[in-house]
C-alpha cells in the first residue's frame, strides 16, 4: 500500500526510487542489473528485497545509486517511515527505460560472492560441474521446465568430470540412487541462500541447469551456464539462437 506516487521513468533530480521485488527469485538476480540506469535518470534507489536473496544483494550497496538494501518482511517494514518520493517494481525497470533487446547491460559479471560465504566439499579432479534439473513445483510451467534427473545420466557416466548437486528442494528415492550409482556430491544442506549458492558455483567450471534461478545466478556470476530449455521457452530466452543476450 504505497502513500506515494509510481515512478514513471522521468528524470528524477536526486530524488529517492523505492524499487521492490515482487517476481521469482531468478528474476531479481536477473533484473538487478538495470539499477544503475537509475542514477542517469538522476536518482537514487532503495531496494526492497526478500530475506532469501539479502544477503547475495547486500554488496549491491556499493553502487553508487543504491542508497540502502532492506528485507521485505522482517522485521514487517513500514513504508511510510522510508524516505523515498516515488516507486516501482524492479522487473518494469527495462520498460520505464524504454530498453530493446540491443541495450540489455550484458557485463560478463555483475554480482560477487559475498565475503565470508564458504561451501565445502567441492575438491573432485577434472572439470567440476554442477547440476539443477527442477525449478518450484508451483511454476505454473514447472511440466514444461524441469525435467527427469535421470536425464543427466549420460553426462554423469564421464570420468573426466567431477559432479555436484545445486538443486534444492525436489529429494527423492531417485535422486539419492541416482547419486550414489554416479558418485554426484549433494551440497544442498549447505545452500541456505543464495549467497552460498553463488559461492558453491564460484569454486565449478561449469553449471548445467533448466530454466530457474541458479542459471541467472550463475549468469550474473560469470560463470559459465548452459540453460536447458522446453521446446517453446520463456519470452527472455528468445528463439532460433544459442546464446543469450542477457
Known sequence: QFTKPRWNGEQLDGQKVLVYDEQ???DAIQFVRFLNLVEVRGGRV???TTPTLFDLFQQLNRLPVVETVIQKNTPPTDLNTLNYNCYTSLISLPY???LELEGIPAPTS???VPTGKTVEGITGSGCRIGLVWAGSRTHRNDKNRSIDLRQFEPLLSRSDCSFYSLQVGRE???QRQV???HQVIDLSPQLT???LTAAAIQQLDLVVTVDTSVAHLAGALGKIVWTLLPYVPDWRWLLDRDDSPW
Open 24 to 26: 521469482g527469485f531468478g
Open 46 to 48: 532503495i531496494l526492497e
Open 110 to 112: 555483475y554480482l560477487e
Open 193 to 195: 541462500d543464495f549467497a
Open 179 to 181: 547419486f550414489g550409482q
Open 96 to 98: 520505464l527505460f524504454g
Open 172 to 174: 527423492s528415492d531417485q
